[in-house]
T-cell receptor, first 112, second 113 residues
Framework: EAQVTQNPRYLITVTGKKLTVTCSQN?????MSWYRQDPGLGLRQIYY???????DKGDVPEGYKVSRKEKRNFPLILESPSPNQTSLYFC???????????FGSGTRLTVV | GNSVTQMEGPVTLSEEAFLTINCTYT??????LFWYVQYPGEGLQLLLK?????DKGSNKGFEATYRKETTSFHLEKGSVQVSDSAVYFC????????????FGAGTRLFVKA
């Protein structure tokens, strides 16, 4: 089944404790992206990647890092999480900008 | 810059009612336009899309037409069902070859039996 898999689905952590949210797609898509979803704000892009080793900032990149060492994987790293990063995070992939995204099921992160 | 504006919700309808969710955009050129749907506890799913002016995207009884002259992409369905209750997002991807898809804030739809 074609899908984007994120892990974990839920995570509660403490301020400052480094964490990684994994994302993997099995569709051989070149483009991958991370979004955060907050009430009233819709989805805001954090980082995106157009291919292996090619990444760029989205609209809200502060406090996040990404890497794209393999085509299928695009992990999101929070080196020192803060409470304002409490949110619902989505990973997505696409073969091209005009094709539309396939989204993962989301990761609900709470930073206390 | 590029932006998407959609009508605020929630929208509450009775089953079999006609649905319209308005979406307007700001972008240069001819962006690709999308509607996504998010059911409770799930990720977004692509509902339909249109990539050029006057194109009509359709899926599962939903339709939207790319109107360049009014910069709009309104979502419509002739007869909604309880199972259509979800949050609907309008989105665009610029035609500049980039990949920064921009989403609207979402419109929550409740359908009553």
């Amino acid at each position: 089944e074609a899908q984007v898999t994120q892990n974990p689905r839920y995570l509660i952590t403490v301020t400052g404790k480094k964490l990684t949210v994994t994302c993997s797609q099995n569709m051989n898509h070149e483009y991958m992206s991370w979004y955060r979803q907050d009430p009233g704000l819709g989805l805001r892009q954090i980082y995106y990647s157009m291919n292996v080793e090619v990444t760029d900032k989205g609209d809200v990149p502060e406090g996040y890092k990404v890497s794209r060492k393999e085509k299928r994987n695009f992990p999101l790293i929070l080196e020192s999480p803060s409470p304002n990063q409490t949110s619902l995070y989505f990973c997505a992939s696409s073969p091209s900008g005009s094709y539309g995204y396939t989204f993962g099921s989301g990761t609900r992160l709470t930073v206390v | 810059g590029n932006s998407v504006t959609q009508m605020e919700g929630p929208v509450t309808l009775s089953e079999e009612a006609f649905l319209t969710i308005n979406c307007t955009y700001t972008a240069t050129g001819y962006p690709s336009l999308f509607w996504y749907v998010q059911y409770p506890g799930e990720g977004l799913q692509l509902l339909l899309k249109a990539t050029k002016a006057d194109d009509k995207g359709s899926n599962k009884g939903f339709e939207a037409t790319y109107r360049k002259e009014t910069t709009s992409f309104h979502l419509e369905k002739g007869s909604v069902q309880v199972s259509d209750s979800a949050v609907y997002f309008c989105a665009l991807t610029p035609d500049t070859g980039g990949f920064k898809t921009i989403f609207g804030a979402g419109t929550r739809l409740f359908v009553k039996a």
